[in-house]
T-cell receptor, first 111, second 115 residues
Framework: GIQVEQSPPDLILQEGANSTLRCNFSDSVNNLQWFHQNPWGQLINLFYIPSGTKQNGRLSATTVATERYSLLYISSSQTTDSGVYFCAVQDRGSTLGRLYFGRGTQLTVWP | EAQVTQNPRYLITVTGKKLTVTCSQNMNHEYMSWYRQDPGLGLRQIYYSMNVEVTDKGDVPEGYKVSRKEKRNFPLILESPSPNQTSLYFC??????????????FGDGTRLSIL
C-alpha cells in the first residue's frame, strides 16, 4: 500500500508560536485529509485537500500533489491545539476506498 | 446535523463475551468502514462496505464480523473477544468509495477494553 510519512513526530511550542507539519506520500492520491485527534481520542476532520490550498481560521493547508506532499500550518498556536495531527490519503489506484494514515505529529502547546 | 454515531463510547468487558459496536450515519453515504487504532501501529482498516449487503475485509479482519443490512448502519461484531482486541475503534463513512472529492467522516471512537 501507499506509504505516508509525517514530520516531525513531536513538536513542543509556546502559545502564540507558528508551526508547519509535513506529510509525504509515496504515490498518487485522490483523497488527502488532515485530522486532529484531541485528548479524548476524537478524530476531528480539519481539511479535505487532495490538491491546492485551503484556510480555516488559524489553520491552513497546502497539498502539492505532483510532488507528493502536504503541509499543515498552525498560526498563533493555543493550548487547545495540543494533540496528535494525522495525515491520511487514499491511493488513486485503490478500489477499496481505504485511507492510509501516517503515524502522526504529537503537538504540545504550553501556556 | 451530519454525523457518524458510534455506541458505546467506552466498554470494559471480559474475554469471550460477545459484543456489538454500533455505527450509524445520517448522510445517506454508500461507503462505510471500521478502523482500529493501536499505539505504534496507527490506524488500520478492519472491514469496509461499499453499499448495502456488500462488505469485504480490510487489513486486520481476524476476530471481527460486520453486516450491512441497511444503508445507515454498519455494526462491528466481536463474537468471542480477546485481550488483543483491546483498542480504540473508529467508524467512518463517505458518499461513495469510487468518486473523487469524497472526504471520509469519522465517528467519535469507541474504547474497548477486553479483560
Amino acid at each position: 500500500g501507499i506509504q505516508v510519512e509525517q514530520s516531525p513526530p513531536d513538536l513542543i511550542l509556546q502559545e502564540g508560536a507558528n508551526s508547519t507539519l509535513r506529510c509525504n506520500f509515496s504515490d498518487s492520491v485522490n483523497n488527502l485529509q488532515w485530522f486532529h485527534q484531541n485528548p479524548w481520542g476524537q478524530l476531528i476532520n480539519l481539511f479535505y485537500i487532495p490538491s491546492g490550498t485551503k484556510q480555516n481560521g488559524r489553520l491552513s493547508a497546502t497539498t502539492v500533489a505532483t510532488e507528493r506532499y502536504s503541509l499543515l500550518y498552525i498560526s498563533s498556536s493555543q493550548t487547545t491545539d495540543s494533540g496528535v495531527y494525522f495525515c491520511a490519503v487514499q491511493d488513486r489506484g485503490s478500489t477499496l476506498g481505504r485511507l492510509y494514515f501516517g503515524r502522526g505529529t504529537q503537538l504540545t502547546v504550553w501556556p | 446535523e451530519a454525523q457518524v454515531t458510534q455506541n458505546p463510547r467506552y466498554l470494559i468487558t471480559v474475554t469471550g463475551k460477545k459484543l456489538t459496536v454500533t455505527c450509524s450515519q445520517n448522510m445517506n453515504h454508500e461507503y462505510m468502514s471500521w478502523y482500529r487504532q493501536d499505539p505504534g501501529l496507527g490506524l488500520r482498516q478492519i472491514y469496509y462496505s461499499m453499499n448495502v449487503e456488500v462488505t469485504d475485509k480490510g487489513d486486520v479482519p481476524e476476530g471481527y464480523k460486520v453486516s450491512r443490512k441497511e444503508k445507515r448502519n454498519f455494526p462491528l461484531i466481536l463474537e468471542s473477544p480477546s485481550p488483543n482486541q483491546t483498542s480504540l475503534y473508529f467508524c467512518a463513512s463517505s458518499f461513495s468509495w469510487s468518486l473523487n472529492n469524497q472526504p471520509q467522516h469519522f465517528g467519535d471512537g469507541t474504547r474497548l477494553s477486553i479483560l
